[in-house]
């Protein structure tokens, strides 16, 4: 029906919008459409012969193309995987990577590689994983992000790897600061004693917003004593916190709670920590230890 099938072939990958190559057994490109030129942002001449390895990220999986596309001479299943590629001169992109084996075998095989962007789907998946496991007011993770994180320090504790220690932190009055300087002074206030939470512990310390006004603290191969953390917390949120409308008198009532090699059951340690907390509140901006 048609006079040259190999020349329509070439038209076709000419206007096709995914990226398209020939790969020579050591990953060198043979050929690329021009949908593969605007995604790696080179032009034909330079394009042909690169190592299409130079072009992908380490991260998060490494791929090494000499091993694929040996194991394709192998087994001939295409190989289908999410991939990070940087354009020349601009930033990391990711894209969905497929690779078969179209012919031969050892150095004379040629493979084909398609790649698709697809980064604008990951930044929406990773904005809503973001929004599941982080308090969109601070930023920190939420109270599902650190209740896991202490189950599975809880564990390790258990097996007799190091002590854990839990602060819990309660703002003492924040229902007046709502009332007096609005949603926007409470959200405010809420991201300040954030950045103070974070900068007062580890970096290797979990920190998150558990509900409200109270925030929780995971230290893990327990170092220094932490009476000595929560009084880093309690004094840094001691500092007021400046706002348009004025200046906040801030303080907070922290309940520290610890785990000895051996002890199982996060839960009891964040029962501990809780009514610690409550203890510390009578006497509001103190710290009071649990008794595990």
């Not at 295409?78 to 990070?84: A, F, H």
């Not at 969905?96 to 398609?114: E, K, R, Y």
């Amino acid at each position: 029906m048609f006079a040259d099938t190999d020349a329509l072939f070439r038209a076709a990958l000419q206007c096709m919008p995914l990226g398209v190559a020939l790969l020579a057994a050591d990953g060198r490109i043979i050929f690329a459409n021009p949908a593969l030129r605007v995604m790696l942002g080179i032009d034909e001449a330079r394009l042909t012969g690169a190592d299409l390895a130079s072009f992908l990220e380490a991260e998060p999986t490494p791929i090494d193309l000499g091993e694929a596309c040996h194991r394709l001479t192998v087994d001939s299943a295409p190989l289908l995987l999410e991939q990070r590629y940087r354009p020349e001169g601009g930033p990391a992109r990711w894209g969905i990577l497929g690779l078969s084996l179209l012919g031969g075998d050892g150095p004379g095989a040629v493979f084909a590689l398609n790649l698709q962007d697809i980064t604008e789907r990951k930044s929406e998946e990773e904005r809503l994983h973001r929004l599941a496991f982080h308090d969109h007011v601070t930023g920190l993770p939420n109270r599902a992000v650190f209740e896991e994180r202490l189950v599975a320090a809880a564990g390790r504790v258990a097996d007799g790897q190091g002590e854990l220690a839990v602060l819990f932190v309660d703002l003492d009055n924040f229902k007046a600061v709502n009332d007096a300087f609005g949603h926007h002074g409470g959200d405010h206030l809420l991201r300040t004693v954030a950045d103070r939470l974070r900068s007062s512990v580890r970096s290797t310390d979990i920190v998150a917003r558990y509900g409200g006004d109270e925030f929780a603290v995971l230290i893990e191969d327990v170092v220094i004593a932490p009476d000595a953390a929560a009084a880093r917390v309690e004094a840094s949120l001691r500092r007021p916190v400046i706002l348009d409308q004025g200046s906040i008198a801030l303080s907070a009532s922290v309940g520290v709670a610890i785990r000895r090699p051996g002890q199982r059951d996060p839960e009891a340690i964040m029962r501990e920590a809780d009514a610690a907390m409550y203890r510390a509140k009578v006497g509001r901006g103190v710290i009071v230890r649990g008794s595990l």
